[in-house]
């Protein structure tokens, strides 16, 4: 037969447990992201005098170094090509100088509207030579980050074209919020302006 538990010895016991539960960390609170209501914000259209350029994959290089135990070791690094570097660099330069220091970068849903004029002398006379489009539209949505929008990611609906073109080639993006409405059926949203509100009703 158990001992009966005495009320000190019960109040003890529930005193422990109360102190352990106390000392367990409380996870912080995470409140939901807000994304402010951009809705009201004009679309705003670029032109960049630049020539369209692929994103270019990232290279790896080995290299032998010393470690920090004094033998020597094969090593990897992971860079970005220069040629995608260059065109980035200048994107973002073209890009700020346009819109201004006080710009700030679009939160909420983007939606792109983007023209690539492709020199001939890039594409072999052809417009369905390369470079791909999805390769260029890849490599000016990187270049945008932190200024037309904080991530590309935003990015919800993207209509665009690639030109072959005399001379220089060019960039034409046109951007502001997505308001499409969420389509109805798969076919819905074949028709939708993203940046006219009271045409995207769906059937």
């Not at 000392?23 to 912080?28: E, S």
């Not at 100088?97 to 679009?106: D, F, I, K, M, V």
């Amino acid at each position: 037969m158990s001992a009966r538990m005495s009320a000190a010895d019960y109040k003890a016991m529930l005193l422990k447990k109360a102190r352990r539960k106390a000392a367990r960390p409380i996870a912080p609170k995470v409140e939901p992201r807000h994304v402010p209501d951009e809705s009201s914000v004009p679309w705003t259209r670029l032109r960049l005098e630049v020539d369209p350029a692929p994103k270019g994959r990232h290279r790896t290089k080995a290299f032998i170094a010393k470690g920090a135990d004094g033998e020597i070791k094969a090593k990897t690094q992971t860079y970005t090509p220069k040629a995608t570097e260059r065109f980035e660099r200048a994107v973002r330069t073209m890009v700020q100088a346009q819109l201004g220091p006080r710009h700030e970068p679009l939160r909420g849903r983007v939606a792109l509207n983007i023209a690539f004029g492709i020199p001939k002398s890039m594409a072999n006379q052809l417009v369905t030579d390369k470079p791909d489009l999805d390769n260029i539209e890849k490599s000016l949505k990187d270049a945008c980050n932190k200024i037309i929008y904080e991530d590309d990611s935003q990015v919800t609906w993207v209509l665009k074209r690639k030109f072959l073109v005399e001379g220089h080639g060019w960039i034409v993006i046109g951007f502001g919020p997505d308001k499409s409405a969420t389509p109805s059926s798969e076919l819905a949203d074949l028709g939708y302006d993203p940046f006219n509100v009271d045409t995207n009703r769906g059937p």
